[in-house]
């Protein structure tokens, strides 16, 4: 039996998915933890996360985990890179937060901090990255984590 956990991170990944009606050609990974190399992508990393209760009631807890969702553009010049990069955020935003109505193992997707940067190396095109931080709320049987609450 799958865990409610698994169910609502894997159905953020999928939800993850959605950005290639916006953004095309994208790659989505999970848990990617070699140099991203094709562009554009995204990258849940949800297997180093911070997950916590937030309240138990009766038989059910309700969960929140920490993940943070990484997206990488390339463009020919540094000054491109900063449009495709919004671009990038605005689509996978919308995408984890579409995640609520798609997965019923999810209770809530919230936006946290994100960070971002521009990379330029030798011999290559420039490059800019962002790490989205995403709080992912789901509930459980305080017995059973299989069992959605």
């Excluded at 953020?12 to 095309?24: C, D, F, K, P, Q």
């Excluded at 919004?86 to 919308?94: D, E, F, I, K, V």
Aim: a negative charge.
């Amino acid at each position: 039996m799958i865990s409610v956990r698994e169910q609502a991170l894997a159905g953020l990944h999928a939800a993850l998915g959605g950005v290639a009606a916006e953004i095309t050609g994208i790659t989505v990974f999970r848990n990617e933890d070699t140099e991203i190399g094709v562009f554009p992508a995204i990258n849940l990393l949800d297997a180093e996360s911070t997950q916590r209760v937030v309240e138990r009631a009766g038989a059910a807890t309700l969960y929140a985990i920490d993940v943070e969702i990484e997206g990488y553009v390339s463009a020919a010049t540094p000054a491109a890179t900063g449009p495709a990069l919004s671009a990038l955020y605005a689509a996978t935003w919308r995408a984890a937060k579409s995640a609520e109505t798609k997965v019923p193992a999810i209770d809530e997707v919230s936006e946290g901090d994100m960070e971002s940067a521009l990379i330029r190396e030798d011999g290559a095109a420039p490059y800019a990255m962002f790490a989205l931080s995403i709080e992912l709320r789901f509930g459980a049987l305080s017995d059973d984590p299989s069992t959605a609450a």
